[in-house]
């Protein structure tokens, strides 16, 4: 999807790189309305997949759920290195610890959720935008407008 930013230029974005436990997950929990803002965002275009360390062991029965692939990365340093294996460049990260904040200095936007598991302040310095959550990020990615409202200058 392309976005168009005054001020700012240009905006592709072609995959959506999710971190599982505090942002796609809420206490182990899919909130409402997740899955059909996935299907919504598949729909547009987006590659859509989900990095995480297992910690609850629980990813293929999400993965098939929600219909987007995962990624095993144990510690940040894997999960940047796997950004940098899918266009950086052109790639969207949601994420809320300190686990992402090595992913969140390579990928070209940086959402980070704030929920009820609650975001690290590092990883929160190393974002472009800061979102109650995750529900709310996925729209902003839908709604181009309200995206471009954002990020404009
Ligand atoms: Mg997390």
Not at 72 to 77: F, Q, S, V, Y
Request: glycine share 8%; hydrophobic share 45%.
């Amino acid at each position: 999807m392309v976005y168009k930013i005054p001020g700012v230029g240009e905006l592709e974005l072609k995959t959506l790189i999710l971190d599982l436990n505090g942002t796609l997950t809420v206490k182990g929990e899919i909130p409402d309305g997740v899955k059909q803002r996935l299907t919504r965002l598949k729909e547009l275009g987006y590659r859509i997949l989900f990095f995480t360390g297992n910690t609850r062991n629980n990813e293929d029965e999400i993965a098939s759920v929600l219909g987007i692939d995962w990624i095993l990365a144990e510690n940040g340093i894997t999960k940047r290195d796997e950004a940098l294996k899918l266009d950086p460049d052109t790639c969207v990260s949601i994420g809320n610890g300190l686990i992402d904040l090595e992913l969140m200095k390579v990928v070209k936007l940086r959402i980070v959720t704030l929920q009820a598991e609650g975001v690290h302040v590092q990883t929160l310095l190393n974002s472009d935008i800061i979102i109650p959550s995750i529900v709310d990020a996925l729209d902003l990615l839908i709604d181009s407008s309200t995206l471009v409202a954002t990020l404009r200058k």
